[in-house]
């Protein structure tokens, strides 16, 4: 079986000539495979599989795909001919909570739009018939759902918190309106530590609180699914453990929750089933069998799932312990102990130093000073009193906010810029090449900027959240980007970022901060990852060991054996 895919917004007929359609042994045999209107259309009866058209497209427009024959009954959702496809479903279970991830752009936002009856089944075509949909989930627990979507109460926070950010209406009135029972508002409230904004604009709020917003939003609905996308972006790590106990608390037997998520360390503390997303991304998507949460992210690390005997990846993601890392010992650059002051705000540093070779992670809350710290570094702010001997340090610093106003081209930037080809196909900008910076994603944007940043001459680097906007496998590779990189050139890196996960793959110590956000910060000086870790979680009264099959940290159940143990060793985290 073969799809074929045509991406209208890249497709651009006047400017190739119509090359494809010129191109194609089926059109050139006097028969309508490849007809352009406006755009390529492409019939896949006619489509002889030949690729002609995808390889020798010149905007990258054209994908044609072989897919097992199997999976052809299993078509739930197409968006018009030529478009991504969706194969197979979740199954939904009441009184736990199911999540769902995978690549980017390879439909898991389609999946919580179809439970959540913004989409229809279609089955590929226009529309799908009651009948049709009954037929095909005869004898399962998706019918019944179905059958009854118009009388199920869903409640569903979107990824996108654009439209709610650009609210003028306060915090306390968009509470309010939605539920009426005060007692249940403050129980909320209180638990997502919101409090102190509720008189505060919608459009005047961080990306953080925003995000605690709307999800209290979606849980203070009476509802009997929730659905769930991306809660925990924008959120340092104290806040994210406390989104997952919140979640945790609302399932019962007659409530279910579906949740979208790339922190995978996360994901596998709040969830209690998986469903794994494989294929292209913008392409097509299929939904793997449920597994339990330990067991999804494991086969998603190998690369292979059995159920349908196909390898997704290369090769298997693998985790190493810390006296595994290589480390050097020869001191690339210190720093003595410095203030920085701001009107209501002060860092205290205290002196420390990062090795040639090394990465180290940064961490803490929000609001502490991770950002100030890596500016102060670069000189590129002054602090209180005298000045960092850096003189002799070349840097190159990615910062936490991303410009994406430019009209520059992807590919003019990587010619300006000599970003080699190791980075270019570690981070796809290939496929951005035709694109102005104005025009990406954030993911997008992010791994162009993260791949800036490691092709300057520079001995130390500070990359500021690069985890954020990347979907599991971009994570992964931009901290084996950052490792190799940092290794080959003998420099160092630091790495300011919220991912547990991400930070115990790229780095090999730790500079944990402390204080109160908004108000005041601390660093440590530089620890070795896992007394660094433990010193954090520790603040946080969590656990995390190492997974016995993969090594990848895993963070305990509250009050479980395995937490009470490490608690009484005082031992947060089991390397």
């Known amino acids: 079986m073969k799809i074929a895919i045509v991406h209208k917004e890249k497709c651009n007929p006047e400017s190739c000539g119509k090359l494809c359609s010129k191109l194609c042994p089926v059109n050139r045999k006097g028969e309508d495979c490849?007809?352009?209107?406006k755009k390529a259309s492409i019939s896949e009866e006619l489509c002889i599989g030949c690729a002609i058209c995808q390889n020798r497209c010149p905007f990258n427009a054209i994908s044609i795909i072989n897919l097992p024959e199997k999976l052809d009954k299993d078509l739930i959702y197409r968006f018009g001919k030529n478009g991504f496809a969706l194969y197979r479903l979740p199954?939904?279970?009441?009184?736990?909570?199911?999540?769902?991830?995978?690549?980017?752009?390879?439909?898991?936002?389609?999946?919580?739009?179809?439970?959540?009856?913004?989409?229809?089944?279609?089955?590929?075509?226009?529309?799908?018939?009651?009948?049709?949909?009954?037929?095909?989930?005869?004898?399962?627990?998706?019918?019944?759902?179905?059958?009854?979507?118009?009388?199920?109460?869903?409640?569903?926070?979107?990824?996108?918190?654009?439209?709610?950010?650009?609210?003028?209406?306060?915090?306390?009135?968009?509470?309010?309106?939605?539920?009426?029972?005060?007692?249940?508002?403050?129980?909320?409230?209180?638990?997502?530590?919101?409090?102190?904004?509720?008189?505060?604009?919608?459009?005047q709020l961080s990306g953080g609180e925003l995000q605690k917003v709307s999800i209290a939003i979606a849980f203070l609905k009476d509802a009997d699914v929730y659905f769930i996308d991306e809660p925990l972006a924008y959120l340092d790590i104290e806040e994210r453990i406390r989104i997952s106990n919140f979640i945790r608390k609302i399932v019962s037997e007659k409530k279910?929750?579906?949740?979208?998520?790339?922190?995978?360390?996360?994901?596998?503390?709040?969830?209690?089933?998986?469903?794994?997303?494989?294929?292209?991304?913008?392409?097509?998507?299929?939904?793997?069998?449920?597994?339990?949460?330990?067991?999804?992210?494991?086969?998603?690390?190998?690369?292979?799932?059995?159920?349908?005997n196909i390898r997704f990846r290369d090769k298997p993601i693998k985790f190493f312990k810390i006296e595994?890392?290589?480390?050097?010992?020869?001191k690339l650059f210190d720093w003595p102990n410095f203030t920085k002051t701001f009107k209501n705000f002060k860092l205290n540093v205290n002196s420390s130093f990062i090795n040639e070779g090394s990465v180290t992670g940064i961490i803490g809350k929000n609001g502490i000073g991770k950002t100030t710290f890596v500016k102060c570094l670069a000189n590129e702010i002054d602090i209180d009193k005298g000045k960092i001997d850096s003189k002799k340090m070349r840097f190159a610093y990615k910062p936490q906010y991303l410009n994406s106003n430019s009209d520059d081209l992807v590919a003019a930037i990587i010619k300006k810029e000599k970003i080699d080809k190791y980075l270019i196909h570690l981070f796809s900008l290939e496929m951005l090449n035709i694109k102005k910076i104005k025009e990406l994603s954030g993911g997008e944007l992010q791994r162009l900027e993260v791949a800036r940043c490691l092709s300057k001459d520079a001995d130390l680097y500070l990359i500021d959240e690069p985890s954020a906007y990347l979907d599991v496998e971009e994570r992964l590779n931009?901290?084996?980007?950052?490792?190799?990189?940092?290794?080959?050139?003998?420099?160092?890196?630091?790495?300011?970022?919220?991912?547990?996960?991400?930070?115990?793959?790229?780095?090999?110590?730790?500079?944990?901060?402390?204080?109160?956000?908004?108000?005041?910060?601390?660093?440590?000086?530089?620890?070795?990852?896992?007394?660094?870790?433990?010193?954090?979680?520790?603040?946080?009264?969590i656990t995390v060991r190492r997974d016995e099959e993969t090594l990848r940290p895993r963070i305990n159940k509250p009050d479980s054996v395995l937490d009470r143990k490490q608690k009484e060793k005082?031992?947060?985290?089991?390397?």
């Open 34 to 37: 490849i007809i352009i209107e």
């Open 91 to 203: 199954l939904l279970r009441f009184g736990s909570i199911l999540g769902l991830f995978g690549k980017n752009g390879i439909g898991k936002s389609t999946t919580l739009k179809i439970f959540s009856g913004h989409l229809k089944i279609n089955f590929g075509r226009e529309k799908a018939e009651e009948k049709e949909i009954k037929e095909y989930f005869k004898g399962s627990e998706l019918l019944n759902y179905f059958e009854n979507i118009d009388k199920i109460k869903i409640s569903y926070k979107p990824q996108n918190l654009s439209e709610l950010g650009n609210s003028k209406v306060k915090v306390s009135d968009v509470i309010s309106q939605i539920q009426k029972d005060k007692k249940k508002i403050g129980k909320i409230v209180s638990e997502l530590n919101i409090e102190n904004f509720l008189d505060r604009q919608l459009n």
């Open 256 to 308: 279910a929750v579906i949740v979208v998520e790339h922190d995978l360390l996360m994901l596998d503390f709040l969830t209690d089933y998986i469903n794994i997303f494989y294929g292209n991304p913008s392409d097509y998507g299929v939904v793997s069998t449920v597994m339990t949460s330990k067991t999804a992210v494991n086969t998603y690390l190998g690369g292979f799932l059995k159920e349908d």
């Open 324 to 330: 595994q890392k290589q480390k050097s010992n020869f």
């Open 478 to 541: 931009v901290a084996k980007a950052i490792n190799e990189i940092i290794a080959n050139k003998s420099k160092a890196c630091f790495v300011v970022d919220h991912d547990l996960l991400f930070l115990s793959y790229v780095a090999d110590s730790l500079l944990v901060f402390s204080g109160e956000a908004g108000k005041n910060g601390e660093t440590s000086k530089s620890l070795d990852f896992s007394e660094g870790l433990n010193r954090l979680l520790k603040e946080l009264n």
């Open 570 to 575: 005082g031992k947060y985290f089991e390397d």
